[in-house]
């Protein structure tokens, strides 16, 4: 088994035996069958993202913190490179229906957007929630405040929407990337 997944469903146990619950009881406060639960923490093989994010505000924890094991600051931003983080692990192999969830709060459904060369950049927005972008394919450049940061194939950004962002393409060829808002 990768270690890196494994890492994850321990530390999703982690967070279950903090708050207090037993394997059925966590299952049943999100919803999801005791016996797929309990596969979950034992391989971490087949968890969606949407189900790690859905633990991650139940139990008012950083996303990024139970995929990484290290605490994002939403203040600002989290970059993750192409192979030096756990971000990329959990995305590959997932469709991306499987990104989108409902429960109390709001995912949208990802979406992949291209940008050409040409086209203008957009003006800065800001939502509230919290904002997921991994670069499909090319260079984009995302915009959070007054940072740029480069996003090459592979890498990610975690970050706080309520901050002015934007997104172009960063080179001569057009980039696609994915985007997944969670709506607070």
Same mark, same amino acid.
């Given at each position: 088994m990768?270690?890196?997944?494994?890492?994850?469903? =321990?530390?999703?146990?982690? =967070?279950?035996?903090?708050?207090?619950?037993?394997?059925?009881e966590f299952a049943k406060e999100l919803g999801i069958d005791s016996e797929l639960y309990a596969s979950y923490e034992a391989s971490g093989q087949d968890i969606p993202i949407s189900v790690i994010y859905q633990i991650s505000k139940f139990c008012n924890v950083d996303f990024a913190e139970i995929l990484t094991g290290?605490? +994002?600051n =939403? $203040? $600002?931003?989290? @970059? @993750?490179? %192409?192979?030096?983080?756990? @971000?990329?692990?959990?995305?590959?192999g997932y469709y991306f229906?499987?990104?989108?969830?409902?429960?109390? %709060?709001?995912?949208?459904?990802p979406l992949l957007v291209t940008i050409d060369p040409s086209d203008k950049p957009v +003006? =800065? @927005? $800001?939502?509230?929630?919290?904002?997921f972008n991994l670069c499909m394919s090319g260079k984009v450049i995302v915009v959070i405040g007054d940072k740029e940061i480069e996003l090459d194939?592979?890498?990610?950004v975690y970050f706080d929407p309520n901050i002015p962002h934007g997104q172009r393409c960063g080179s001569d060829v057009p980039a696609t990337f994915l985007t997944m808002i969670a709506e607070i």
């Open positions: 990768d270690d890196e997944i494994k890492e994850i469903a =321990l530390r999703i146990a982690g =967070l279950r035996d903090a708050c207090g619950y037993t394997q059925e290290e605490a +994002a =939403l $203040t $600002t931003y989290h @970059v @993750v490179r %192409k192979g030096q983080g756990k @971000v990329i692990d959990r995305i590959k229906k499987d990104l989108a969830y409902r429960f109390t %709060k709001k995912i949208m459904q +003006a =800065l @927005v $800001t939502h509230k929630g919290e904002e194939e592979g890498d990610s």
